[in-house]
């Protein structure tokens, strides 16, 4: 069994941010699949976006090549970003492809259990170099697995992809009695373009979810097709449909979604229908029926239904730490975002949420490499569950959708806090006048030197 101080646990955006703040330590990066980026090689279609400016979702020392072009990027200009990244910081070098960690133990000490300093001490990182999680890695699909040692384990496995959603059903109500297709959006990414275009062609297709990629999967139905429904949770008042909560509530649970350039053409057209969908709904012979007892005629359901990130880190991590995960509420604690107080030499990256997830990924790294370095420490398990527990009564107080953990309503304090930790200034720009009238940006956070 190999012994390395750090591990990282997925090659999306948070796992590379990991490894470039972590590189003087060699870490070890496991990723699932054969390629980078995450959700953006995995739940994109030929219409995905991003829907954050591109200088907003940035890496605070590299620059997007056009950082000056106002349109959003497409999956594909951000999977290329993304790469090049790598290349340019030789992080390609710490990346195992094809290698799926598909179990977690922990063996450190009792003492190491209670919480990520046992009492105001620190992570117990840096003093003694010893194995305190074994981590078993599927490579290539084989039977047979590898076992490594670590001190210290960055998980960054998303809280989307890979694991979809799939509503419930009553009895005799399910997809089994729908005499069409039916599949979920993740399936749907994996479609070369001709599958798909073949699949939604000529069909009635609906799409059940309200959400971006529920929209983004609408306009591309309706753009090679005659027809699309998309169940809408989160209606428009044009289309007869009213919004049943402000939209500050979707902006404090990052749900906001940008829609895609041709969405109202084609809803004009009558291309899109939409049906509002906030009671319960279930198939029939013919399509979906819903409690009202309206009923769709389809040729295809595509579900746009999310995904069940929290069953990754359920199927990996051990007890007793995968009940200290959630909270009852289902949210998870995290102290700045990154470290849950019970358990130890253990970091999460990629779990709260803000408007650009990068830049909020990325800062949490630097601050996690700081703590690992030993440059400051963790306060007591107490006082970070104290912190954890104020911001989650703050999102608690913005958004009934608070389990998303979403930190856009006080991000910028969130930083803030996170650049004193590290003992650098919070106050960010150049000049007192750029500090009232500009917004702040992933460059702000450049390193201090
Ligand atoms: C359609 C869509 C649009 C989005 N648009 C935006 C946007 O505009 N702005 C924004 O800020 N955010 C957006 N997001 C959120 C997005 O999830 C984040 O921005 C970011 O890409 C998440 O990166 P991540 O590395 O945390 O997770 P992921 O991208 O999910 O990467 C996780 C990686 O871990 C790997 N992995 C998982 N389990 C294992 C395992 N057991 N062993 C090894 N490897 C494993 C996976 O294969 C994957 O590569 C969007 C998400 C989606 C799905």
Known sequence: MSFSKIGIIGAGISGLAAAKQLASHQ????????????????????????????????????????????????YVEILEYLNSYATNFDLLKFVSFNSKVVEIRFVGHHINVLGGGGGGEGLSTAAVSQPIWEVAVQTDQSDTVQWHAFEFLVICTGKYGDVPKIPDFPHNKGPEVFGGKVLHTLDYSKLEKEEATQLVQGKKVVVIGYKKSAIDLAVECAESNQESYLTWKLPLNKYGLKPDHPFEEDYASCQMAILPENFFTEADKGKIAFKNSTSKWWFWEGGVEFEDKTKLEADVVVLATGFDGKKKLRDIIPQPFRSFVEFPSGMMPLYRGTINPMIPNMAFVGYIESVSNLHTAELRCKWLARLIDNQFKLPSVEKMLEQTTKEMEIMKKTTRFYRRSCISTFSINHSDEICQEMGWSSWRKKSWFSEAFSPYMSQDYQEEI
């Open 27 to 74: 870490p070890m990066v496991f990723e699932a699949t054969d390629s980078l980026g995450g959700v953006w090689k995995h739940c994109s279609f030929k219409s995905t976006k991003l829907q954050t400016p591109r200088c907003d979702y940035e890496f605070s020392d590299y620059p997007w090549p056009t950082r000056d072009n106002s349109s959003f990027p497409s």
